[in-house]
């Protein structure tokens, strides 16, 4: 269910109260468990008449809200089934032109649902709800618009994988990551295949293998994000970044999108051939002319996206 953001205003968010015994790491039965699984023990309010994903579209720019704050934003099967059928639409939209990831509260996302994982222990919900998960996660690589995460609090295991499948990533600079299901018992293998495309593998291991957070100016310095502001001008700076793509021209904008991904999985003489092939492509596209001839001229271009 999918409602737009002119809704009342959210209850008031609980505090989380894991205990860590070094800055940047929780202990006891694990990071995941301590920022997810500990908040179980309150009653969680009926969410039945309660939308999982919101959805703003204005002024080329979607945004998709997870809104699922009692519990951290956990990817839920019912937000992942919310997030493909989004996504799907959007691309078929071709006013949308970037597209913002959020989270609603006081977190980002912290990753799956593991109270609903515990559920279904059957190995067949497991696999299809983890192949789900991944589908949603390529279709934000295969998305024609560029796709920016902003976030905040945490963002742990397959939320830390949701940060880094987005092209762009804005963190204020309370944001924490993590990649933390080895706590529990669960080497985060489908978040290794983001973070490992994001990050050096080293540093990525070290995430992978003790589970332990790192903050913001931290995933900044590694790659994960592309901006660390405060708090309080964290819209401000995601609005600086979307106007900048909005500014292009939207055709080159999706063209080098798909290509970028797709020359990452080239050898270096096939990535060039495949690069080649598409920027001669682009010459023949009317915004190139447009933007050479504003160029020459010294006047701003005026994109037909076309």
């Known amino acids: 269910m999918v409602r737009s953001l002119a809704t009342p205003p959210l209850p008031p968010f609980p505090t989380p109260r894991a205990r860590t015994d070094k800055p940047g790491r929780y202990t006891g039965r694990g990071?995941?468990?301590?920022?997810v699984s500990e908040m179980r023990e309150l009653k969680e309010p009926a969410t039945m008449d309660k939308p999982v994903l919101l959805r703003e579209h204005a002024g080329g720019?979607?945004?998709l809200t997870l809104n699922r704050p009692e519990q951290?934003?956990?990817?839920?099967q019912e937000l992942l089934t919310e997030l493909e059928k989004a996504l799907a639409e959007i691309a078929a939209d071709e006013?949308?032109?970037?597209?913002?990831?959020?989270?609603?509260?006081?977190?980002?996302?912290?990753?799956?649902?593991l109270k609903e994982m515990r559920v279904r222990p059957d190995l067949a919900f497991q696999q299809a709800l983890f192949r789900q998960c991944s589908r949603m996660m390529m279709a934000l690589t295969e998305l024609p618009q560029p796709v920016i995460a902003r976030v905040h609090g945490i963002a742990t295991a397959a939320?830390?994988?949701l940060v880094a499948m987005c092209d762009l990533a804005v963190a204020s600079d309370n944001a924490r990551f993590a990649v933390s299901g080895i706590n529990v018992g669960l080497f985060c293998s489908t978040p290794s295949v983001a973070l490992a495309?994001?990050?050096g593998r080293k540093q990525a291991m070290e995430m992978l293998l003790t589970g332990d957070f790192i903050d913001a100016?931290?995933?900044?310095?590694?790659?994960?994000?592309?901006?660390?502001?405060?708090?309080?001008?964290?819209?401000a700076e995601v609005k600086k970044l979307s106007d900048a793509i909005l500014s292009k021209s939207p055709v080159a904008v999706s063209s080098g999108k798909r290509l970028f991904y797709r020359q990452l999985e080239l050898g270096l003489a096939e990535a060039y051939d495949a690069a080649s092939d598409v920027i001669a492509c682009d010459m023949m596209t009317e915004d190139a002319r447009e933007g050479i001839d504003a160029f020459i001229e010294k006047r701003p271009p005026e994109w037909r996206g076309r």
């Open 31 to 35: 990071a995941e468990l301590a920022v």
């Open 61 to 63: 720019i979607v945004t």
């Open 72 to 76: 951290f934003n956990a990817l839920s």
């Open 95 to 113: 006013d949308a032109r970037v597209v913002l990831i959020a989270g609603a509260g006081k977190a980002f996302c912290a990753g799956h649902d």
């Open 159 to 161: 939320g830390c994988q």
């Open 197 to 199: 495309r994001n990050i």
């Open 217 to 235: 100016q931290t995933a900044l310095a590694r790659g994960l994000v592309n901006r660390v502001v405060a708090e309080e001008k964290l819209d």
